[in-house]
């Protein structure tokens, strides 16, 4: 049983409709002045100001991930197979962690369009059959 009706408040006397944080209006306010806040920071960095170049670049720029270099891997002739081979790879060392983990990824990405188009084709055949009977 509902102790409230549609549309009625179980706080009446709440926060109003649109009235806005102090927080949301600080960050309003920072925004506002961002512009001048990284010309500022800029100019430091420039300065030698190591700190200011440290936030620049920690804040403003992705971290640069590295780049595995491509490493051919045999793999076998079925999915199943195919994890094996990773698997294998990735314990030899002949694959890092993040390239495993893609391929993987990839791997169970085509195992999920496999089987999707396996189910599409015997929804087809039984849609056939049954359309044959009648």
Excluded: F
Aim: aromatic content about 0%; proline content about 6%.
């Amino acid at each position: 049983m509902a102790r409230y009706k549609p549309g009625e408040s179980g706080n009446p006397s709440g926060k109003p409709r649109g009235a806005v944080s102090k927080t949301t209006k600080l960050r309003r306010s920072i925004e506002r002045d961002l512009p001048d806040i990284l010309s500022a920071l800029v100019a430091q960095a420039k300065e030698g100001d190591v700190q200011a170049a440290k936030l620049l670049v920690d804040r403003c720029l992705p971290a640069l991930r590295p780049v595995d270099a491509p490493t051919p891997v045999q793999l076998g002739d079925t999915l199943t197979e195919h994890g094996q081979s990773v698997m294998a790879a990735l314990s030899t060392g002949q694959l890092g962690v993040s390239q495993a983990a893609s391929l993987l990824a990839a791997l169970s990405a085509l195992a999920k369009i496999i089987e999707t188009d396996e189910l599409t084709r015997r929804v087809e055949q039984l849609e056939k059959a049954r359309t044959d009977e009648h």
